[in-house]
């Protein structure tokens, strides 16, 4: 259990990072106190049901963008993302999809040695 918990808490501290937050800025949002939400980013305490979704709501995601994916691992990044781009005008959106296209292409064509480690 403890290592779902520590998962979840990477999951949540992941987006708040993409998003650009504090644990203080979370935490202030979503009423709770910030060493407790440090806690539960680290998997060192668990939130209560309430909490949680208070956290969720606090990074305007859904619950189960937080939880251990059941399908592809992939789909934390592209929530990740999403919530990035959710925030952005359409035309800077089709911008940054454009670049990370681009990004993308280029990193495929990379020897494989040169390519970044997984």
């Not at 919530?83 to 911008?95: C, D, G, Y």
């Amino acid at each position: 259990m403890d290592k779902l918990y520590a998962e979840i808490g990477g999951r949540i501290r992941s987006l708040r990072q993409a998003l650009k937050f504090t644990q203080a800025q979370v935490a202030e949002l979503a009423g709770i106190d910030i060493s407790f939400y440090g806690q539960i980013e680290r998997g060192a305490n668990t939130p209560s049901l309430k909490t949680f979704l208070a956290i969720t709501s606090a990074l305007k995601a859904a619950p189960a963008d937080l939880l251990p994916p059941f399908s592809k691992p992939s789909q934390t990044h592209s929530h990740a993302i999403d919530r990035v781009l959710e925030s952005l005008p359409e035309a800077k959106q089709r911008f940054l999809l454009g670049l990370v296209k681009d990004i993308a292409g280029e990193i495929k064509k990379q020897p494989r040695s040169l390519a970044p480690r997984k």
